[in-house]
């Protein structure tokens, strides 16, 4: 029987050992311990970890024997006690190799040449440089004896990434021109590849997949991860190209949310400078002088794309959605990655065919709010079309806006409506009046009729004296919004809007470009985006022509006010006593009844009685005291 050939482990080690005894023979003569020379260990078929990395970090001879003269310190017992025999120490120095290896050359030491630069011996300090300790690196003493790891001094920084998502055909499109671009390059140098987008988890798999294919790793950096210090940032940038050179690897650098200004020059520093696989995911285009850099833009799968990955997640489950699968991927623009986790997430909870629609769509809501929840506040909506106290005319708007969601598939793909332009396609809306006249209320309810989240963004707080701030900050919020067409409420839009005055300087001119970005990203959103005003009066014509529903919210009459405080107090409160259409009086919105009344709530259960009218007095003038108003007698005779 054929004895087995031996494994390439059990060969490296072998070459190895032998390598080290041609350089301990080299020191034994220069101890006169020896006279004659050995010959160099024969080459293996299947190249040695020695001798790859010899050659692919372009080792001398002497740099080689140097190397070795390291690594047999650590691995052979009799190595270091010759060299103690020799120079009194436990690790060589240069000055030894000088003397002792055969070819040796001074510039072999110096900082830019292989053994230095690449960081695979250290130098550790001493009086001289000759008279200093080397030390071999230990992910360099380890790979030569073929033992494959991440290197320990990048642990937290790059992160390893494999994807199982099925890409749609426009990324699987992106992967073979990538893939194309690098096998038939004419310079030595990999073209960096910027992915632009919004879609991180895009982003990942099309690089992903493109390492696979091409047989090689893929590791992500976050770009705030990259040091600002110069010395610190080459180290860095040094130790990952050693790694990708020795594991076969690329580099997906996350740029996705560098929006200080130092830390994109930091991150064009180190990509100026870089010579590995490498990619770039960012929102916006990157522009390097020194590096060519080919930009691939990323975007959402469309439509068809869409539901054609549901079907393949979704298996035989697809045929439980009963045709409102169309649906799905009409409210919720997910990627590759999140469609797989729905899908795997809803197949593993759900086992009644009956509910495996609704679950579907409550779990991708459920993908949409990790987004979202740091960037705005989510409003869980409670109110009911009963609790809106409007006038017709209003209220048909809002159902008109019910059915221009529910239907946007319908008209913008299958009737065609979105075939020529992206503008316009948005569902923008402005909800104008007074504090507490339902606007919030509205749109709880338009939530709750939709079946979709509700997140509030206080445009006070994302409106920023930076220029170019304010639209970076909404760009991440509705770039977040797009994957569940969620419902955006923008409150306070005075902050924002105004008036469109003559343009005096600088910084007139960028709040009109700030105003134009917001309505072109409502105008562009798929799903409900609302604008709430005080002052409807204020906002310029011309930008009121963008909004394609504006429902005023009119002060309640007094038949309005009635209406309210009747429906105010849930059935189980106790009340007594209570004459609403005296309450009516009270010429305050709907906002404040809701705060009178509970106020008055809490009084009366603090003295463990039913709610009175007294209790509503006392609770009007600490809510009119709020205001600054005056509580007249007219709107409190005859209370009690």
């Known amino acids: 029987m054929k004895p087995h050939a031996p494994s390439w482990s059990i060969i490296n080690h072998r070459y190895l050992m032998a390598a080290l005894a041609e350089v301990h023979h080299c020191l034994k003569i220069y101890a006169q311990q020896e006279s004659t020379t050995t010959p160099p260990p024969d080459l293996p078929e299947t190249l040695p970890a020695l001798e790859i990395l010899c050659r692919v970090f372009k080792l001398s001879p002497f740099e080689r024997q140097l190397l070795l003269l390291c690594a047999g310190i650590e691995l052979e017992p009799e190595f270091a006690s010759l060299v103690v025999t020799l120079i009194n120490r436990s690790a060589p120095t240069f000055q030894l190799a000088l003397a002792a290896l055969p070819q040796a050359h001074w510039d072999a030491l110096t900082p830019t040449a292989p053994l230095r630069h690449w960081r695979l011996i250290y130098i550790e300090t001493g009086e001289t440089l000759v008279t200093s300790s080397l030390r071999i690196d230990e992910r360099i003493l380890h790979y030569l004896m073929g033992v494959a790891y991440l290197d320990q001094k990048l642990y937290g920084l790059v992160t390893s990434i494999v994807t199982k998502v099925n890409l749609p055909p426009s990324h699987q499109a992106t992967v073979d021109q990538i893939q194309q671009l690098w096998k038939q390059r004419r310079s030595p140098l990999y073209p960096i590849i910027n992915l632009c987008g919004a879609n991180m988890s895009s982003h990942e798999a099309i690089a992903a997949t493109t390492c696979q294919s091409l047989g090689i790793r893929l590791y992500s950096l976050n770009a705030a991860d990259i040091p600002t210090d110069v010395t610190e940032r080459e180290t860095l940038r040094i130790l990952w190209e050693r790694e990708a050179i020795l594991s076969g690897s690329a580099l997906l650098i996350d740029a996705s949310d560098t929006g200080d200004h130092n830390q994109q020059r930091t991150l064009i520093s180190f990509l ?258 609302i604008l709430t005003t005080n002052f409807k009066h204020a906002i310029d014509v011309a930008f009121l022509r963008r909004i394609r529903f504006v429902i005023p919210f009119p002060f309640p009459d007094v038949s309005q006010r009635l209406e309210i405080w009747q429906r105010m107090f849930p059935p189980q409160t106790p009340v007594a006593d209570l004459d609403f259409a005296k309450l009516a009086r ?33 609770a009007a003038h600490s809510e009119y005291a709020k205001l600054e108003k005056p509580l007249a007698d007219a709107e409190v005779r005859g209370w009690i």
């Open 586 to 618: 009270l010429n305050v919105a709907g906002g404040n009844i809701r705060n009178i009344a509970l106020n008055a709530a809490f009084l009366a259960a603090a003295e463990q009685q039913p709610v009175q009218m007294r209790h509503i007095l006392r």
């Open 272 to 529: 100026q400078s870089f010579t590995s696989m490498g990619f770039v995911a960012s929102r916006e285009p990157l522009s390097l002088r020194r590096r060519t850099i080919v930009r691939f833009d990323v975007n959402r799968p469309n439509a068809d794309e869409q539901e054609a990955l549901w079907q393949r997640a979704l298996g035989d489950a697809t045929s439980s959605l009963n045709g409102q699968l169309a649906q799905i991927v009409s409210q919720f623009n997910l990627e590759p990655e999140g469609i797989q986790q729905a899908s795997d997430l809803v197949l593993q909870q759900t086992t009644s065919s009956a509910s495996f629609s609704h679950q579907l769509w409550q779990t991708c809501r459920q993908q949409v709010r990790t987004q979202l929840d740091d960037l705005a506040q989510r409003i869980e909506p409670v109110a009911k079309w009963m609790d809106l106290i409007l006038p017709e005319p209003q209220k048909q708007t809002l159902r008109e806006i019910v059915v221009s969601v529910q239907q946007r598939s319908q008209v913008y793909q299958i009737w065609g409506f979105g075939n020529h332009s992206q503008r316009g396609l948005g569902i923008t809306t402005l909800f104008a009046g007074g504090s507490g006249t339902g606007k919030t209320m509205a749109a709880e309810i338009l939530a709750q009729e939709l079946q979709l989240d509700l997140y509030r963004i206080d445009l006070s707080s994302v409106v920023s004296k930076y220029i170019g701030e304010t639209e970076k900050n909404l760009r991440r919020i509705f770039d977040a919004a797009e994957a569940g067409g969620v419902i955006l409420l923008f409150d306070e839009a005075d902050a924002l809007f105004g008036k469109r005055s003559e343009v005096k300087d600088a910084h007139d001119r960028h709040a009109n470009i700030e105003v134009s970005y917001l309505l072109q990203r409502m105008e562009s959103y798929g799903g409900l985006a």
